[in-house]
T-cell receptor
Framework: GAVVSQHPSWVICKSGTSVKIECRSL??????MFWYRQFPKKSLMLMAT?????????EQGVEKDKFLINHASLTLSTLTVTSAHPEDSSFYIC??????????FGPGTRLTVL | GNSVTQMEGPVTLSEEAFLTINCTYT??????LFWYVQYPGEGLQLLLK?????DKGSNKGFEATYRKETTSFHLEKGSVQVSDSAVYFC????????????FGDGTTLTVKP
């Protein structure tokens, strides 16, 4: 089946630093990937749609200058949390599809900002 | 816009009990419907899906039927196990938007031996 990986699986950083999270589709190409944020015991909140070769589409209320998304190839999208603060601490999940209606999710990245 | 409403949890059951988690949806088009499962500290795994009215998705003893007349996609399992303890998310996806999904709030299931 389709596999999506994320790296790192967890990261701890100091306030004010930037953190990059990678999302890779391992055995298929994905022109579109999605980035979600999940708070403890809450549902997934869609942050943005990552489009290969073009700018990401951000959901309302998501700061595009803070959450930089780059979809450099058909198998890789990156999310960079710039100047991270404690309120950015969360579980970040990406997903990718092969073009149909089914999304395959990465295992998630736990970000803790001190 | 699209929305998904799930039965509030948490749900606690004894092993071998019958499980139902209710899910209803609102959509402008003809979405595909999904159930995902999330184990602690992990991402989401696709449990089952249905793409059109009256379709039944099934996997690992779980079933859900796409009911267009009641806009529902309730998850059922006849006999739960301790290993089924997890958070379950109902979701829909419009086929026209590269799989962009709308999720319910999730229902936490705990199965006790």
């Amino acid at each position: 089946g389709a596999v999506v990986s994320q790296h790192p699986s967890w990261v701890i950083c100091k306030s004010g630093t930037s953190v990059k999270i990678e999302c890779r589709s391992l055995d298929f190409q994905a022109t579109t990937m999605f980035w979600y944020r999940q708070f403890p015991k809450k549902s997934l909140m869609l942050m943005a749609t990552s489009n290969e070769g073009s700018k990401a589409t951000y959901e309302q209320g998501v700061e595009k200058d803070k959450f930089l998304i780059n979809h450099a190839s058909l198998t890789l999208s990156t999310l960079t949390v710039t100047s991270a603060h404690p309120e950015d601490s969360s579980f970040y999940i990406c997903s990718a599809g092969e073009g149909g209606d089914t999304q395959y999710f990465g295992p998630g990245t736990r970000l803790t900002v001190l | 816009g699209n929305s998904v409403t799930q039965m509030e949890g948490p749900v606690t059951l004894s092993e071998e009990a019958f499980l139902t988690i209710n899910c209803t949806y609102t959509a402008t088009g003809y979405p595909s419907l999904f159930w995902y499962v999330q184990y602690p500290g992990e991402g989401l795994q696709l449990l089952l899906k249905a793409t059109k009215a009256d379709d039944k998705g099934s996997n690992k003893g779980f079933e859900a039927t796409y009911r267009k007349e009641t806009t529902s996609f309730h998850l059922e399992k006849g006999s739960v196990q301790v290993s089924d303890s997890a958070v379950y998310f109902c979701a829909l996806s419009e086929n026209t938007n590269a799989g962009k999904s709308t999720f319910g709030d999730g229902t936490t299931l705990t199965v006790k031996p």
